[in-house]
C-alpha cells in the first residue's frame, strides 16, 4: 500500500467540499427564529386585596402587550374564568395555577 492516510482523508475531505450536481444553487439558510418569550414566567396564587378571593397571576413576560392580550383572552376562555392583563402581568380569577401551567407549557412558554 503506498497510499498515505494524510492523502487519504485530503481526497476524502475534497469530496464533501465539492458540490453536488443536483443541489448546486441550494443553499441551507438558517431558519428564522420566532421571536418569543425569552425568560421563564412565574405563575402565583394570591388573595391580597381581594376580599379573600383567590386570584392566579402570571409575570414576567417580555413579549408584545397585545400578544400578552390574546394571551389572556385564550386562557380566560380556557379556565373559563374571568381576567385582566395590566402592567404586562395576567390576572385570571380563581386558583388556577395547574391548569394554567399546562396551558402555558404546551404553548412552549418556560414556566417556573
Do not use: Y
Not at 38 to 49: I, Q, S
Not at 61 to 73: G, K, Y
Amino acid at each position: 500500500m503506498d497510499i498515505d492516510w494524510k492523502d487519504k482523508l485530503n481526497q476524502l475531505r475534497g469530496s464533501f467540499n465539492e458540490p453536488d450536481e443536483n443541489h448546486q444553487n441550494e443553499i441551507e439558510e438558517p431558519e428564522e427564529k420566532p421571536k418569543g418569550q425569552k425568560t421563564a414566567l412565574t405563575v402565583v396564587t394570591d388573595k391580597k386585596g381581594r376580599n379573600g378571593k383567590i386570584a392566579t397571576i402570571i409575570e414576567g413576560f417580555t413579549i408584545d402587550q397585545s400578544e400578552v392580550e390574546q394571551l389572556a383572552r385564550e386562557l380566560k376562555n380556557r379556565m373559563g374564568t374571568g381576567g385582566s392583563v395590566r402592567d404586562g402581568e395576567i390576572l385570571i380569577q380563581g386558583d388556577c395555577k395547574t391548569k394554567v401551567i399546562e396551558f402555558l407549557k404546551s404553548r412552549n412558554f418556560k414556566v417556573r
